[in-house]
Structure formats: structure tokens, C-alpha cells
């Protein structure tokens, strides 16, 4: 992993599971972490793991005054170096609360949390008519004619849906370099093999999002930054936020080839306002500002019914995939009736139409080992919502 042979491994040399601990691994603020260091952490993960849950889904808590203490407890427990949790209907908050050292502010980044506001900026040039989402890749790029991935559609690259490989067997995307043109970024994914017919599986987390966010620049001229600032960031007013790279060495505000599924940095407040802005159909202060024909094609089921080449946490429970976005649950026409984008550092948002309510959980470590107590603290808050009318 040292390939600069330094004797410390620096964020882009650290495996990507451990990004979350980087900061914490680095005891004497090196900007590296050498063998000792790497060994206490490992030591450190271990210990963590045999702990369990921090939170007893037989004993939730029943208030907002308990939901804040059990955010105490899970951010203690977990020696997290804090957690923050809202939830909200339509432009109000119902609940805000912060644990450890977070506050409204605190700027992480997201993992896969990224993919839903990065697609949303894509959707909306598609609802600009810049896009068709049905038209064959082979129409922006007719090199490809004649090849397997000639026929591949934007909804299919977005969905995960294209053919090609999953997470599970790695992520070119995030390992090509935040400052070369996005196009060669594009040049070089393509040459990817397909491995499976397109339309025939869901493979979550693969390298087709990055290509459909440079399909989305060529077509509307604009680098992906200015998109999604224009479409997305700036309509919901994301003031602190950015999409760059999940490696901080390698992030940056203005760069070519931004990562879309997971390179957003946010806060806590500012990814409210995105869920804000969805739930409300595309407005802020009754003005719409979003198009809402775009949330319905983030919130269509199109990998119903397919195989999953990999089983990743979001999909418990037979859920299947949209436009960027987990589709919790699919109604009988096809659209989502809960819709989220849980990321790898434990960050959850989540959108349920039926019961009107969207929530934030907001953290930045080891999301697998998180999700036990996230479920608990959800499914709280719902029903406290539920029971008090809010």
C-alpha cells in the first residue's frame, strides 16, 4: 500500500474502508499514518467490533428529550467523534440534534449519500430537456457503435442496471484523478468490459455513474461543478457545500472530474435543505426551484424485479434502485414510496412519501457497524412523529 515507499500510508495510499479512521489514525498529525499508528487503529476497529449495538430496539426511545440522549449514548458508545440527527416534513424541522463535536456546520464527506444530490443535478438536465434519459450511448458517443455498450441508456448507467461490475470488484471512478478532464474519465471507464447483458442485473456502486455525469456535461456544456451548483446546490441553498473528491488530499472545489457517487462534502444543515427541497416537490418558499419532473424520474423504480450482482447494506429487504437513489419501496405504478442514499461512513437521508416525512442521520465513520442503532433511531423518530401530529 506505501507506493511512495515513505514508511506511512497517506489517504489516497489507505485502503477506501479506512478513509473514515484517517483522521484519527494520524496520532502525531503526520498527514500519514506509519505502522504503529496503523496497528492501534486496527486494535482500536477491533475492540469497537465486539461492543454490539449502542441502542436496544426492544427499549426505543419514545421522545425527542430521549432520541437526544440516545444520540449521546451511540456517539459514546461507538467513540464516534460526533453524530447529528433531523428530521423534518416539507420546510420544517421537527427535530435537530447533535452529539460529540458536531454541529449544523460540521463538513464531512458523504460516500455514497453522494449519489442522490449528484443524480439529481443529471435528472434535472434531463427535466431541461438537455438529456434523454431512453437514448443510446452511441448517440453521444458513436465510437461505441457496434459494441456491447452501444444501446446503454442514461437511466441505465444512473440505476446501476448498465451490465458492468459492482462495487464489490472495485471503483475505478473514485481511483482516477479529480483533475483530469472528465471525458477522459469517461474514455477511460469505457473501457470497462461489460459483465452481464445491460438490463439484466443490479449492480450497485459500479463505474456507470461517472460516465452519465460526463454524458450530462457534454450535453449541457457546463463542468459538472457549475451543474450542480446551478441545479442543485444552489436552488436548495447549499451554501457550504461541494462536490470534489472522498480522498481530502485529492479534493478540491473546482475540479474537472469531481466523483459523483461519492464526492459530495456537506453539513448536516445543508443536506436538510436538499431533503427539504425533494420533499416539497422542487420548491423553497413555495417558489419551485427544482423541476419536479425530475424528482419523479430519481423516484421510478428501474431495477425492478433484477438480481442484485451484489448484495450491499442499502438493500435489505428486497429494496431495489431509481435514478441514483435507493427505492426503499415501490408502489404498484412503479414509483418509490420511500426513497434514500445511506453511504459507507454511516450517513442515511431518507424521504418517506406516505408518511410526509424526511430525515437526516449524519456521521462520519464505519456505516456497517452503525446501521443496527440507525434502524432503531429511524423507526423512533417516525413514530414519535406519528403519535404527537407533528
Not at 443529471?122 to 456491447?148: C, F, Q, Y
Not at 457549475?226 to 447549499?238: D, E, I, Q, S
Not at 433484477?306 to 405504478?333: I, K, M, N, V
Request: proline letters at 6%.
Amino acid at each position: 500500500m506505501d507506493t511512495d515507499g515513505n514508511g506511512e500510508l497517506s489517504d489516497v495510499e489507505l485502503p477506501l474502508q479506512l478513509i473514515s479512521s484517517f483522521s484519527r489514525a494520524d496520532a502525531n498529525h503526520s498527514g500519514g499514518i506509519d505502522r504503529t499508528e496503523l496497528d492501534a487503529e486496527f486494535k482500536r476497529l477491533e475492540a469497537r467490533l465486539t461492543r454490539g449495538p449502542a441502542l436496544d430496539p426492544d427499549k426505543p426511545p419514545r421522545t425527542w428529550a430521549e432520541v437526544d440522549r440516545a444520540l449521546d449514548r451511540l456517539v459514546a458508545h461507538h467513540e464516534l467523534e460526533g453524530a447529528a440527527l433531523l428530521v423534518g416534513r416539507g420546510e420544517k424541522i421537527i427535530f435537530e440534534g447533535y452529539a460529540g463535536s458536531y454541529n449544523a456546520d460540521s463538513l464531512v464527506n458523504m460516500a455514497s449519500a453522494s449519489k442522490w444530490p449528484g443524480g439529481a443535478a443529471i435528472a434535472a438536465a434531463v427535466a431541461e430537456g438537455k438529456l434523454d434519459p431512453d437514448a443510446p450511448l452511441s448517440s453521444w458517443r458513436p465510437g461505441l457503435i457496434g459494441t456491447p455498450k452501444a444501446n446503454l441508456t442514461l437511466t441505465q448507467l444512473m440505476s446501476f442496471t448498465a451490465g458492468a461490475a459492482a462495487i464489490g470488484d472495485g471503483t475505478p471512478d473514485i481511483a482516477l484523478d479529480p483533475r483530469i478532464d472528465i471525458q477522459e474519465a469517461a474514455d477511460r471507464l469505457l473501457q470497462f468490459d461489460l459483465v452481464a447483458p445491460p438490463g439484466t442485473e443490479f449492480a450497485y456502486g459500479g463505474w456507470t455513474q461517472q460516465v452519465g455525469a460526463a454524458w450530462a456535461v457534454a450535453a449541457t456544456g457546463e463542468p459538472f461543478v457549475k451543474l450542480w451548483n446551478r441545479t442543485v446546490g444552489g436552488p436548495a441553498r447549499m451554501t457550504s457545500s461541494h462536490f470534489g473528491h472522498p480522498q481530502k488530499s485529492r479534493d478540491g472545489l473546482d475540479l474537472p472530474n469531481p466523483n459523483l457517487q461519492s464526492g459530495l462534502w456537506t453539513t448536516p444543515r445543508d443536506y436538510a435543505r436538499f431533503l427539504m427541497m425533494m420533499s416539497t416537490g422542487g420548491k423553497v418558499g413555495g417558489k419551485q426551484v427544482y423541476p419536479a419532473a425530475a424528482i419523479k424520474l430519481i423516484e421510478t423504480d428501474h431495477a425492478a424485479g433484477l438480481p442484485h450482482r451484489w448484495r450491499s447494506a442499502g438493500a435489505e429487504a428486497g429494496r431495489s434502485y431509481g435514478f441514483a437513489a435507493w427505492c426503499e419501496t415501490t408502489r404498484p405504478d412503479g414509483s418509490c414510496a420511500a426513497v434514500s442514499s445511506g453511504g459507507a461512513w454511516g450517513t442515511l437521508p431518507w424521504i418517506d412519501r406516505e408518511k410526509d416525512l424526511w430525515g437526516l442521520f449524519f456521521v462520519f465513520d464505519r456505516g456497517p457497524r452503525l446501521r443496527e442503532d440507525l434502524s432503531v433511531l429511524r423507526k423512533a423518530a417516525e413514530a414519535i412523529v406519528v403519535n404527537k401530529g407533528d
